[in-house]
């Protein structure tokens, strides 16, 4: 008999915080840069989409979602792809310590 207890949750429960979201009624090209996107435009569509997240009632389920399955793309949870990979860089740096 298969060990079901090691399988991911039901995918209603893992994902349902989404529905929640203050992005769904909001335009999806606010969250995700076009290709080329770079320096003023990037900033205030990325601060755009921020704000959005800023009352969003799932921000804080969102964001952990983003980091821990390293979301590549997009603003998730508030933060920017940037913002992400600072977080990541700083959790790299703290481990090199530790190890050392
Ligand atoms: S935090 Fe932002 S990206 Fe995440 S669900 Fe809310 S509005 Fe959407």
Not at 8 to 29: F, H, K, M, Y
Not at 38 to 49: E, S
Not at 76 to 99: K, N, Q
């Amino acid at each position: 008999m298969a060990e079901i207890s090691r399988l991911p949750g039901p995918v209603a429960d893992i994902w349902e915080w989404q529905l929640d979201g203050s992005c769904r009624d909001a335009d999806p090209t606010l969250f995700f840069h076009p290709e080329g996107e770079r320096g003023p435009a990037r900033r205030n569509r990325d601060a755009a989409a921020q704000a959005v997240c800023a009352s969003c009632p799932v921000m804080q389920m969102c964001r952990e979602h983003a980091l821990k399955v390293r979301e590549p793309y997009g603003v998730w949870g508030g933060l920017t792809e940037d913002d992400r990979e600072a977080i990541y860089a700083g959790e790299r740096r703290r481990s090199l310590r530790v190890a050392s």
